[in-house]
């Protein structure tokens, strides 16, 4: 049965790209079949920018990230252990939000629109038998980082969950909302945020702290 605190309910906001959804696998494949990457270089996503950037192919990195956030995002796998954590949440009767921020359109290379993209992502890959693990409603893709801050702000997230510490760190990031950090490769050490290295530890921490709400 789901808990029911005697307070408000907790409302956790969640990134998207490189923290609900993991493109490690994608970008290597894309970047195999339209850049002639290497087979040595490793399945991740950082490791085939810096390949790329290394070998004087900036742009070309510009242009995949359209075409794997655009035409081929639909072959984009969630992070192992996400859609458990977020099914968990809403059976407990936890509010949830995607709160992200990204261009409508690639800098370069054809403009597939990139918000329908991702919104068609969610649609597909975010349910289960009892329907949407996230509301359509809570699902938020916003232009700029300022305009995500205030987003997380209006929200009234309790928690906010993401992978980019200058997010996580920002002036305009709200005080009222807890920072927590989704680092799986243990990149960044940062003052006052929480780490989590996997979306099962996301969950023991967010157990946790729902019981103290009980």
């Known amino acids: 049965m789901p808990c029911r605190p005697t307070g408000k309910r907790m409302r956790v906001g969640i990134d998207f790209d490189n923290t609900i959804v993991c493109y490690d696998s994608l970008f290597h494949r894309v970047a195999c079949e339209v850049a002639g990457l290497p087979a040595t270089v490793p399945a991740n996503k950082v490791m085939v920018r810096d390949h790329l950037r290394q070998t004087g192919r900036e742009d070309l990195w510009t242009e995949l990230q359209g075409l794997v956030y ?108 807890r920072p927590l950090l989704f680092d799986p490769e243990d990149h960044h050490a940062v003052d006052g945020v929480t780490p989590l290295a996997d979306w099962p530890a996301i969950r023991a921490f967010l157990e946790a702290l729902w019981s103290a709400h009980c």
Not at 105 to 116: E, F, K, M, S, V
Not at 117 to 144: K, M, Q, S, Y
């Open 70 to 177: 655009g035409a081929r995002m639909a072959e984009a796998e969630p992070f192992p252990g996400v859609l458990d954590v977020l099914a968990w949440a809403r059976a407990s009767g936890i509010t949830l939000f995607i709160i992200s921020h990204k261009t409508r359109h690639p800098i370069l290379g054809p403009a597939y629109d990139l918000h329908a993209a991702a919104r068609a992502w969610t649609e597909n890959r975010l349910a289960d038998g009892d329907g949407a693990l996230i509301p359509a409603d809570n699902i938020f893709f916003e232009l700029t980082k300022d305009d995500k801050l205030r987003r997380i702000a209006a929200c009234a997230c309790d928690l906010f969950i993401d992978d980019l510490p200058e997010i996580l760190q920002a002036p305009g990031f709200p005080r009222a909302t």
